[in-house]
């Protein structure tokens, strides 16, 4: 795998992890007798002599647990009916241990199955579960590929937490062999899509288009044939307003405005005051009809939005004709919680300085306002620009073009996707463990 | 070849009585390939002496000759943090040493359960208890012992002194400068035990 960055920046035990995870593909791969393989072995030892009695028992059963892996996983030991029943127990008492923090015992458990109807990919994922809630996500997405070679559906877990952990390029590759794969899920498309689209919202539009082709086709279909019955839709609602915004952008992207309107539509007819995508059909709308646009991000903000774009347009709208509003205005916007980029912030910045100078507040208080924007963005040309106007009291501001916006609208689909993906919202391996664990315990 | 140490375990009255005396323990480490024990100019060959009883040569270093100048885990040595910045043997500074509990790690025995499987011989995996970790080690380490002491903190040898790891005090150890010293000295003091570490096998040696 990867390294994503320097493993010394990582708590030691998982930085040995790592270094483990090395020794053993370099082992695999004929060198385990090289100055390469020594290299590694000589930095696993700096931190094995730091480790404590119990922190060095668990880095051994680390590597007992990937040998077991490397042979197919563990081998089942209790068969007996009654000897299933005192696994099941011991694993319910390691589970409430694990609630507490302490997972030795719950991998331990794993370690040692009953022969229970629980698939062996199960048993894969459970343990990579437990080695990452440890604090090895590295040692766990070994186990969830190996859950995913047994069950395909697995993928969308190993996509999901190899973007989570930063390693990038081969969570591109997952997603693409996702997309390319007919019998994904809708959830395994949106997270494929999601990964995709966040790849290449830094590039161009000519290099970006080649992966934002690749991605809006099975979305679509995706997109058009899920089911607001679907129990995806159940378990996290909201899910196809999720994969609308990133179809939308696609499309908008594509320079299909249109096409991303319609499915803006779709989805407001399904949640009518979603306020993403109140912002996401008002920015569309900016060019398209000017007062649509404005009526959606006035909505957008009724249904308290995150997003700052609906503040910072609707701000500058005002700004010359009621300009007590658009102060008030990016007030609210630096008030959001979480906070806006600093980008977004220097905007509104910028507007409250803009805003002062028109209202003829003290100088003071408006140069205070385009210093604190110029601070948070350093390279804001036109917020410069702007400054230069008030000094030379020409009075005649200039707008922020529509298009930064609209670049900007990838953050309100980066926010949302790692809100849908975060913590607080849905873990596709959370509810997957609950599942299984509720199978046994049934 | 085996010694007490090596074979048997020992009670904390046999330790501290051992302790008392001030007599030289016990210990052994693993060194590997090219690190033989041998030494050049002042340097000690190889790095720190990773546990106990064990050291690694490779089959052409058998003949036990010096060879180069090395400081990794598997030698005569300490690697300070301009060799291994993440977790220095030693923290060297102004050239000056201190003493205490750090410098060149080691083991009380060649045993799985007091070394690390990453410094074991892979030809050993399956040979092993299981629970200790399976062995990773390259193929050609060997492993050295000195003294037939309890592992206790005592004095090790001219300039030297043992000291037990508080976390892990019945399975791993340092031999630390006496003295606050430069690091060359130090290096100095470890190269001079040379004499003092014999080859021992490996216990899984009489199976395989």
Redo the contacts between chains.
Sequence with gaps: MTKPIDYRVYPPERAFSILLLQLNETIESGHGDNPEADAIRDEMSGYWNSFTKEQCQRMNWLSEDLADLARGGPTIVHTSSDAINKWKEALNLALAEKEQGKHDDFLAVLRSPAKTELPPSELLFLQARAWDDAGFPEVAIQFLKAAEKQDLTTGIHVLNKLQREGYVEEAVQKANSLLRDRSSDPLAVYFASAVLLGSVRHLDFNNARPTLEHITEPLRKCFQGFSANHPVEAEVPGFKASMGHILGLCLEWLGQTEAAIKVYDQILALYPNNPDTLTMRGLARWVVDHELAFADLWRAIQHNTKSPWPYILLSREYLGSNNLQAVSLCNQGLNLKPAPSDVAKALLYEGIAIGYAELGQPADRVLENFYLAIDLDPHGELIRENLNTYLSKTGNYKKQPLAQAKLMSLSIIQSSTSQFLGQNRYRPEKTNEDRILRSLAA | MRSRSCSGKWSIEAATKANSRGSSRFTSFVK??DGSLGFESERIVG??L?RAPCFPLDAARRDGRASTNRN???SLGV?TQDE??????VVVVDGMVEPGRHGM?VAPRAEAEDL????IP?RFKGKHR?????P?????LICWRAGDGAFADAKFADHLMFWT?P??ST??GFIAPEFRCTLSEYRSALAVTLTMWALVPWPWEADS
Aim: net charge positive.
């Design positions: 590997s390939s790095g720190d990773n990794d885990n598997k690697r291994n910045a993440s977790n220095p043997d790690s690390p499987s990453f410094l892979r299981r629970g200790s970790g399976v990773k080690g390259n193929n050609q790891d976390k892990r399975e791993h």
